[in-house]
């Protein structure tokens, strides 16, 4: 059993940056690969970015936000750079069991998900 916990949302202008941070419970985090994913007011929930053996971006996020982990401090990052209005949402991280994913991009590879941090982006 692996619970998420995000932090770090909040109110940025347009062009501003963020960091967000999801903490792990658990002491095998560096064996499951995690992933951020968003869902906008109205919109269905989508992959942003996933760290495992390698990492992958949404082609909207590309350049702009940096996806990390610490394993000794069992947290997984999520660097927003260039903030776009179209960033604003609910942003959830995940884990998936083992370090590499067959499709990271799918939300069904996640097996635990955390509670969700909002970002709003002002323009």
């Known amino acids: 059993q692996v619970q998420l916990v995000e932090s770090g949302g909040g109110l940025v202008q347009a062009g501003g940056s963020l960091r967000l941070s999801c903490a792990a419970s658990?002491?095998?985090?560096?064996?499951?690969?995690m992933g951020w994913f968003r869902q906008a007011p109205g919109k269905d929930r989508e992959f942003v970015a996933h760290?495992?053996?390698?990492?992958y971006y949404a082609d909207s996020v590309k350049g702009r936000f940096t996806i990390s982990r610490d394993n000794t401090k069992n947290t997984v990052y999520l660097q927003m750079n260039s903030l776009k209005p179209e960033d604003t949402a609910v942003y959830y991280c995940?884990?998936?069991?083992?370090?590499?994913?067959?499709?990271?991009?799918?939300?069904?590879?996640?097996?635990?998900w955390g509670q969700g941090t909002q970002v709003t982006v002002s323009s």
């Open positions: 995940a884990a998936a069991p083992g370090s590499s994913v067959r499709y990271p991009r799918a939300e069904r590879e996640y097996d635990y």
């Open positions: 658990g002491r095998t985090f560096s064996s499951y690969a």
């Open positions: 760290i495992g053996r390698s990492t």
